[in-house]
């Protein structure tokens, strides 16, 4: 039967209302549901009162009626009567502010005129606002990790000489080899031996040249992992305060000593007022009866970065990254192949005419090799002697180590070969012969240098 009758009602309040009120009366512009458990003065607060089967008619002055029922969940409704006679809506008395632990909030809760302020808590320097780095969750300011960035880095990101031999990878190089353009890429080879200063590598290996990544990325505490012994005081969410004896409808407050149960200073909002960190416009503030508080992200450059300084403590705002910005967690797969540009790798210590050798460590400068040949035909040499001859090779200084090519068909039996600078420019090659008399044939021997 309630349930029949409420919906007859919903149908014919409109056409009531208007009856009652010559066609343009307020009875239908209040409508009050009041909850279990209600009183008597809060269903009847104007006494006379007429039962009309499940339902309880009452006019009042001006004409207007007020119908009271009982919808299905056992509730009073109050229908009609405009807004006095105590029937009309409820009285706001306290707004407060939640935001996330990213801000600041000051201001809550307005219970009479006021504004809720919020500003950006003062972050750590080069910390970007992300998302967890190895799931879903709320964002957090955090520096970056390598799987922030995809492999977007090309050589117009790197700044000239900002890449160090360090970053570049081994990549299969054996000691003494060099990068060599083997015409599509960068690749360690074998240096190529010529009497001007080459750029080395001849591209051996098939796989292009690598930043070693510094494997070093900032541990995020997980929160799940922080108990009370790890928690400085007054660090503790509401969230994890017990009841501490308070009753239905007590509020947490300072009592000035700690926070404590309290019950709520009565009073009424008059207006709430919104006020953000620049980089968001507030419309709608402040809210003196119904409205809503509105924040907008401010317009910014293009490529700009919500990070906080580059240099020190402070408040984020909108700027581009900058070296500091970014920890080192660039490795090969954030590189595309062939992106670095000879410009972007670092001096390292390198003077002119070096180049880049793998030491059997690392990448580092090199002197140039230089290297010269000539066709020697060393004469019969008895047993225990030794016969000198010389090759010009330009360059050469006393104490250079020289290392010495000997053509396979003058290698014989119980003999040695050596090198060393005799005079500026010029290489002295020794055959020693410990067997007996030998006359070596004649070959195309080669004089190397590398500093």
């Known amino acids: 039967m309630v349930k029949?009758?409420?919906s007859i009602l919903m149908l014919v309040l409109p056409f009531f209302a208007k009856s009652q009120n010559g066609g343009g009366g307020s009875f239908a512009d209040v409508v009050r549901v009041i909850p279990r458990p209600f009183t008597f003065s809060q269903i009847f607060p104007i006494?006379?009162?007429?039962?009309?089967?499940?339902?309880?008619?009452?006019q009042v002055s001006g004409g207007d009626t007020?119908?009271?029922?009982?919808?299905?969940?056992?509730n009073f409704v109050r229908v009609g009567g405009g807004t006095g006679g105590g029937g009309g809506g409820g009285t706001v008395t306290s707004v407060g502010l939640s935001l996330p632990g990213s801000f600041s909030v000051v201001?809550?809760?307005?219970?009479?005129?006021?504004?809720?302020?919020?500003?950006?808590?003062?972050?750590?320097?080069?910390?970007?606002?992300?998302?967890?780095?190895?799931?879903?969750?709320?964002?957090?300011?955090?520096?970056m990790a390598a799987a922030d960035l995809p492999a977007i880095v090309d050589s117009t990101k790197v700044l000239t000489g900002a890449i160090s031999l360090n970053n570049i990878g081994q990549r299969g190089a054996a000691f003494g080899q060099v990068v060599r353009w083997n015409g599509t890429a960068w690749r360690p080879g074998e240096p190529t031996v010529s009497t001007l200063p080459p750029i080395l590598g001849d591209g051996s290996g098939g796989s292009p040249l690598e930043i070693v990544s510094g494997g070093?990325?900032?541990?995020?505490?997980?929160?799940?992992?922080?108990?009370?012994?790890?928690?400085?005081?007054?660090?503790?969410?509401?969230?994890?305060?017990?009841?501490?004896?308070?009753?239905?409808?007590?509020v947490i407050g300072w009592n000035g000593t700690a926070w404590r149960p309290s019950t709520p200073a009565a009073g009424t909002v008059t207006s709430v007022g919104l006020s953000l960190p620049g980089t968001f416009l507030v419309s709608g503030t402040p809210v003196t009866a119904a409205g809503t508080l509105t924040a907008n992200w401010i317009t910014q450059n293009q490529n700009s970065f919500l990070l906080s300084p580059s240099s020190a403590p402070g408040t984020p705002t909108f700027?581009?990254?900058?070296?500091?910005?970014?920890?080192?967690?660039?490795?090969?797969?954030?590189?595309?192949n062939g992106a670095i540009s000879m410009d972007d790798i670092g001096q390292r210590g390198a003077s002119s005419g070096q180049v880049i050798g793998w030491n059997g460590t690392a990448w580092r400068p090199a002197t140039v090799i230089i290297?010269?040949?000539?066709?020697?035909?060393?004469?019969?040499?008895a047993t225990d002697a030794v016969s000198d001859l010389t090759l010009a090779l330009s360059g050469a200084v006393f104490g250079d180590a020289v290392c010495i090519g000997v053509p396979n068909g003058s290698v014989a039996g119980s003999t040695m070969y050596?090198?060393?600078?005799?005079?500026?420019?010029?290489i002295t090659i020794r055959f020693l012969n410990v067997g007996a008399a030998q006359d070596p044939a004649a070959g195309t021997f080669r004089a190397t240098i590398v500093r």
């Open 66 to 74: 007020i119908i009271f029922f009982v919808d299905t969940y056992g």
């Open 47 to 58: 006494g006379n009162k007429d039962f009309l089967r499940n339902a309880f008619v009452k």
């Open 216 to 250: 070093i990325t900032n541990a995020l505490l997980n929160s799940a992992a922080v108990d009370s012994t790890k928690v400085v005081n007054g660090a503790i969410s509401l969230d994890d305060i017990g009841q501490r004896g308070a009753s239905s409808g007590q």
């Open 4 to 6: 029949v009758f409420f």
């Open 319 to 336: 700027r581009t990254m900058v070296a500091a910005d970014l920890p080192a967690i660039v490795d090969s797969t954030k590189v595309l």
């Open 371 to 381: 290297s010269a040949t000539a066709s020697l035909d060393f004469p019969s040499t």
């Open 418 to 426: 050596s090198g060393w600078v005799s005079a500026s420019n010029t």
């Open 107 to 143: 201001g809550t809760p307005v219970t009479a005129a006021g504004t809720l302020t919020a500003t950006w808590l003062s972050q750590n320097q080069n910390r970007f606002l992300l998302s967890p780095s190895s799931g879903s969750g709320a964002p957090t300011f955090r520096t």
